[in-house]
C-alpha cells in the first residue's frame, strides 16, 4: 500500500513537471503576444501608477503639515488635521506647477529658442576669435587647431534650426507631458492619490497584518526593516535631492545674472536639474555651461564663469547639501558613477535618477549579509 502511495507521489510530481515545461515553453513561443499584453495591462493601470507617484511624493509634506495641526488648540482642526493637510499639500503643489508653467518654462523656452537662433552666428563669431590668436599661443598648436576646427566645422554645418525651434519644442513638451492630455486618466490618479493620503495608516496596518499571516516572525521582521529602510532612503535622496537642485539652480542664476552671462537662467536650470545625479551630473552640466558661455561671451567670461560655479558647487557639496540631505547616503563615488553608468544605459534617465538610492539599499542588503555569515562563523 506504501509502495503505491510513494509510486502515485513519483507519478504527480512529475506530471506537473510536465505540464510545468511545456507551460514555460508556450510562453517563450508566443512571448510578442504576452509581453503586448503585459504592456497593455501596465497603460490601462497607468492613471494608478501616477497617483500612487503622486502620494509618495505628496506624503511627507501632508505628514509634516499634520503634525503641525494636530498640535493647534483649536479643536476642530486637531480632528480634521488628516483632511487639512492633504488639502494643503495639493494647493502647495498646484502652486509650485503654476510657478513653473507661467513664469519658469516660458522663460526657459525663450532661451533655448534665441540660442538656438543665434546659434551659427556665435559659432563663426567663436572661429573668427580663435583666428585672430597669436600663432605662438598654445591654443595654436597644430593638434589643438585641428581638434577645435574640425568640431568648430562640424558644429557649423548642423542645422540646429531644424531640430529645435518653436514647433519642435511645443511638441516634445507635448511628449514629455502626454500622461496628462486624459482627462479621466488625470482624474483617476487624483481620486487615488487622495485615497492612498488619507488612508494609509489603514493601508499600512492591513500590508502589516498581511505580512505577519504570510511569512514566519523572523522573516517578517526582516521585510520590515529593509521595507522601512529602502522606504527612507529613496524619500530622503529624491526630496532632498530636489531642493538641492533647485537651491543651487537658484543660486547660479542670480550669479550669472550679475555676471552678465546670456541665458543665465537657461544655464542655471541645466545646472541645477544636473545636479539631481551626485558628482557625475555637476561636471557635466558646467562643462554644458562653459560650452555655451565660451561661444556667447567668449573665452574670458568662460573662465570666471568656470570659476564662480565651481566656488558656488563647493559650497553646496560642503555646506548647502549636508544641511538639507542630513544623513548621508555614504557610497562610495566610484560606486555611484558605476550605478549611474548601469542605470542609464539600461533604464535610460530613470535609471540614472534613481540608481543611486538603489545602489545605497542594496548596500545595506550586502552589508547585512555579510554581518550574518561573519557571525554565524563566530558561532
Keep these: ?90 494647493i502647495i503643489f498646484a502652486l509650485i506647477l ?43 598648436s597644430e593638434a589643438v587647431t585641428n581638434t577645435i576646427n574640425d568640431i568648430l566645422q562640424s558644429a557649423k554645418s548642423i542645422d540646429f534650426k531644424q531640430y529645435i525651434n518653436m514647433d519642435t519644442i511645443g511638441q516634445y513638451a507635448k511628449g514629455a507631458v502626454s500622461f496628462v492630455n486624459s482627462i479621466i486618466d488625470v482624474f483617476v490618479a487624483f481620486i487615488v492619490s487622495v485615497y492612498l493620503l488619507s488612508g ?19 522573516t517578517y521582521q526582516n521585510l520590515s526593516k529593509y521595507f522601512n529602510d529602502t522606504n527612507e532612503i529613496f524619500f ?68 570666471w564663469m568656470l570659476i564662480v560655479v565651481i566656488i558656488l558647487q563647493q559650497i553646496d557639496a560642503n555646506i548647502i547639501n549636508p544641511k538639507i540631505v542630513g544623513d548621508n547616503l555614504k557610497i562610495s563615488p566610484l560606486v555611484v558613477i558605476f550605478a549611474i553608468t548601469i542605470g542609464g544605459a539600461y533604464f535610460g534617465m530613470w535609471g540614472i535618477f534613481l540608481s543611486v538610492p538603489i545602489s545605497a539599499v542594496v548596500k545595506i542588503l550586502v552589508e547585512d549579509f555579510i554581518k550574518y555569515k561573519n557571525s554565524q562563523k563566530a558561532e
Design 98 to 140: 503654476v510657478i513653473i508653467f507661467n513664469w519658469i518654462f516660458p522663460v526657459l523656452v525663450q532661451s533655448v529658442t534665441e540660442l538656438v537662433t543665434n546659434l551659427q552666428g556665435y559659432i563663426e563669431g567663436t572661429i573668427q576669435k580663435y583666428n585672430e590668436l597669436p600663432q605662438d599661443s598654445i591654443l595654436k
Design 1 to 90: 500500500m506504501n509502495e503505491i502511495k510513494k509510486n502515485g507521489k513519483k507519478w504527480f510530481y512529475w506530471f506537473i513537471l510536465g505540464v510545468a515545461i511545456i507551460t514555460f515553453y508556450k510562453l517563450l513561443d508566443n512571448f510578442p503576444e504576452i509581453m503586448k499584453g503585459i504592456v497593455d495591462f501596465l497603460k490601462i493601470l497607468k492613471p494608478f501608477f501616477i497617483g500612487i507617484l503622486i502620494a509618495y511624493i505628496l506624503y511627507m509634506p501632508s505628514k509634516t503639515i499634520e503634525k503641525k495641526l494636530r498640535k493647534s488648540k483649536v479643536r476642530l482642526i486637531k480632528r480634521k488635521a488628516r483632511t487639512l493637510s492633504i488639502l494643503a499639500s495639493y
Design 236 to 303: 530622503k535622496f529624491l526630496s532632498s535631492q530636489l531642493i538641492d537642485a533647485v537651491v543651487v539652480g537658484v543660486i547660479t542664476t542670480i550669479a550669472m545674472s550679475i555676471m552678465g552671462i546670456k541665458y543665465a537662467p537657461l544655464l542655471g536650470f541645466i545646472i541645477g536639474l544636473f545636479n539631481i545625479i551626485p558628482y557625475v551630473g555637476a561636471i557635466i552640466a558646467v562643462i554644458i555651461a562653459a560650452i555655451i558661455t565660451l561661444i556667447t561671451g567668449g573665452i574670458s567670461q568662460a573662465i
Design 200 to 218: 494609509r495608516t489603514k493601508i499600512m496596518a492591513f500590508l502589516e497584518r498581511f505580512t505577519k499571516a504570510v511569512f514566519k516572525e523572523k
